[in-house]
């Protein structure tokens, strides 16, 4: 059973977004044929949005082991999380960051969660992850070591 478990979706603002495909499809085929115009409408915005589906990555705290979309780490190889919101977060992701840093970013989640990385052969000093609950995600970090690895 998983600690923490968040699937990063973009905000339905980015879906509606999206229907802008279907007037510019309409538009591009009407002239040729209006069937065909919105036929290919639904389609295009159906790939788009199963594709933005598909896309989004999820972080879970499972077995001792943070999974950030496809890259994982052993929770004994790092440090203490720490979240970041607003203007602390947006220097995280710019002025602060590390160009060494492993990166889960999503632009429509705005707070961060910077988990160090204490790991000799990793050349990461740290990953920085997007959460929209990086109060839940950093106690769930720093609450799953078991007490003797914590205090090494």
């Excluded at 977004?17 to 639904?42: E, K, R």
């Excluded at 199963?50 to 879970?60: D, E, M, Q």
Aim: glycine content about 8%; some cysteine.
């Amino acid at each position: 059973m998983a600690l923490y478990r968040e699937r990063l979706w973009a905000s339905p603002l980015f879906y509606l977004a999206l229907a802008l495909v279907i007037p510019a499809s309409l538009v591009i085929l009407a002239p040729i044929s209006i069937v065909a115009g919105i036929i290919t409408a639904i389609v295009l915005y159906g790939g788009c949005v199963a594709l933005l589906i598909s896309a989004a990555p999820t972080i879970s705290i499972e077995g001792g082991t943070l999974h950030a979309g496809r890259a994982t780490i052993d929770l004994s190889l790092t440090g203490t999380a720490t979240g970041y919101y607003g203007e602390d977060a947006t220097r995280q992701r710019g002025t602060e960051l590390d160009a060494r840093a492993w990166m889960l970013i999503r632009g429509w989640v705005q707070p961060v969660v910077k988990v160090p990385i204490n790991d000799p052969e990793d050349p990461s000093p740290y990953w920085l992850l997007s959460t929209r609950h990086p109060k839940e995600l950093v106690a769930a970090i720093n609450g799953s070591r078991r007490p003797e690895e914590s205090e090494s």
